[in-house]
Nanobody, 127 residues
């Protein structure tokens, strides 16, 4: 069984930074590809950034390119989302999700592909 636990959310002013963490537990935790999704109030959940199990392949939503960076820890069972230059429109609950495969640039946004999900962490950006 794989479990995901997010942390690092909070309240920050526009222009500030936060780093989210997602700790993956389980015997094969390091072999999963990981994606961060977010859901703002009244909106559908959307993809933010994804990383392959090796860390060698990355994808970002256009809205966060140049501001957010996804990475894996050395042991590969922790995934980070460094968020800089935050905007009020980044306010959302952020979820990490895991899948056994890396689906590439064309499919990484598909939520149904991810087998395991965390409980979410709230990020609020004030103007």
């Amino acid at each position: 069984q794989v479990q995901l636990v997010e942390s690092g959310g909070g309240l920050v002013q526009a222009g500030g930074s936060l780093r989210l963490s997602c700790e993956v537990s389980g015997r094969t935790a390091s072999s999963y590809s990981m994606v961060w999704f977010r859901q703002a109030p009244g909106k559908e959940r959307e993809s933010v950034a994804g990383i392959s199990w090796s860390g060698g392949m990355l994808n970002y939503a256009d809205s966060v390119k140049g501001r957010f960076t996804i990475s894996r820890g050395n042991a590969k069972n922790t995934v980070y989302l460094q968020m800089n230059s935050l905007k009020p429109e980044d306010t959302a609950v952020y979820y990490c999700a895991a899948a056994r495969a890396w689906y590439g640039a064309s499919r990484w946004r598909e939520q149904g592909l991810y087998e395991y999900w965390g409980q979410g962490t709230q990020v609020t950006v004030s103007s």
